[in-house]
Nanobody
């Protein structure tokens, strides 16, 4: 059974940093793309960042580019999201996702496995 478990969320002030982690069990994702999505109250789930299986190709939403960095550690089956210069509009539940594809797609439907989410709250 594939499980994705996120951690690292919390309550921070604007301008602070957080690092989210997502550890995968039940499957090796060395040949899979991984991504982070987020969902704010009353809004649809939106793409944040993705990383291809090689770790060399990444995609970012325009709203986080230059502030967030996605990275992976295949040996630990873990993907990270380093979030710097956080803004109140970054407040959301952040979800980790894994794909059977090697490409870091931005679409929700491209991902086959999902974590339960971790709350990130940024106060002004």
């Amino acid at each position: 059974q594939v499980q994705l478990v996120e951690s690292g969320g919390g309550l921070v002030q604007a301008g602070a940093s957080l690092r989210l982690s997502c550890t995968v069990s039940g499957r090796t994702f060395s040949n899979s793309a991984m991504a982070w999505f987020r969902q704010a109250p009353g809004k649809e789930r939106e793409f944040v960042a993705a990383i291809g299986w090689s770790g060399l190709v990444t995609n970012y939403a325009g709203s986080v580019k230059g502030r967030f960095t996605i990275s992976g550690d295949n040996a630990k089956n873990t993907v990270y999201l380093q979030m710097n210069s956080l803004k109140p509009e970054d407040t959301a539940v952040y979800y980790c996702a894994a794909s059977r594809s090697v490409n870091p797609n931005t679409g929700y439907s491209a991902y086959d496995f999902w974590g339960q989410g971790t709350q990130v709250t940024v106060s002004s």
